[in-house]
Every structure is written in C-alpha cells, then in structure tokens.
C-alpha cells in the first residue's frame, strides 16, 4: 500500500497539471491580456495620484494658512513689545516684563516658523508625520497665546480680547 500512496499522489499531480494547461490560453492571448490589466492598473494609479496630490495640497495649503496666521499675530504683538521698549519712559520693572514678552514672542514665532518650513517641504511620503507635528504645534502655540491673552486681561482687569475672562 505504501508503494501505491506515492504513485497515486504523482499520477493526480501530472493529471491535474496536463488539466490546467490544456484550460490555458495561447502566450500571445496571455500577454495581451496582461497588457489590458496593465494599462487598467496605469489607468488606476495616474487618476488616484491626482486625487491624492489634490488632497495632499489642500491639507498641506490649510496648515501653511493656520501657521502663517499664527506667525502673523505674533509679529504684531512683537511689533508692539518692541515699540514699547523703544520708549525712553519706561520703568525698569515695566522694561524686563517687555524682554521678556519679546523673547516669549520670539521663542514661539521660531517654533512656528521651523514648522512652516517642514510644512513647505514635506512629500506625499512625509505628510502624514509632518501634519501630526504642525497640528500638535499649532495647537501648543494657539494655547500659548489664549494663556497670554488671559495673562494680560488679569494683569489689566479688562477684558481686552473680549472673550468673557
């Protein structure tokens, strides 16, 4: 019985194979059709390229916007820090508050800035890690700059930003 097991395997192996070749088509059919599935997947890939490209750019436009704007209303308020330490009649306590606003100011349009930049240059490849970290400081900065709102409304007792605190 042993000697028949083996043979049988190998007579259902060569059958099975004469099958399967005597079902196929002749090469040039074969290499036509495989031309067809490769101009369909060309097809494919150059129209979700483009979607994809779209979507990338749209994302990447909306970020660069949020952090241009974000740079923006920092150079104001860096603008106005350095007018007031331009001014001669300011006391000394009134002037280190102002240094110290402006390096606060410079530290974060720095941040901003360098983020911008990975903005600007990141690939299709690199998108997904980029957006994570221009959101993630985005939104440090956004919280950066509602504290110091806050802050100056509380050192003034009005409520300059009009944001009910």
Known sequence: MKTYMP??????????SLLLFSCSTTPAEQQE???DKLENVQ?????????????FEKDRN???DDL???????DNKLNDVNEDLAKTDLKASERT????????LEREKSKVSNEMDKVQNATSTTWNEVKAEASKTSEDVKGWWGRLK???DKKTDADHDNDGH
């Open 33 to 35: 059709n495989m031309n």
């Open 97 to 104: 508050d102002a240094e110290a606003m402006k390096a606060e």
């Open 150 to 152: 806050d802050n100056v």
């Open 43 to 55: 097809d494919k890939m150059q129209d979700m390229d483009a979607s994809t490209r779209e979507a």
């Open 7 to 16: 043979k049988a395997v190998l007579f259902s192996a060569i059958t099975g």
């Open 68 to 74: 241009r704007d974000l740079r923006d209303n920092i």
């Open 62 to 64: 909306a970020i660069a």
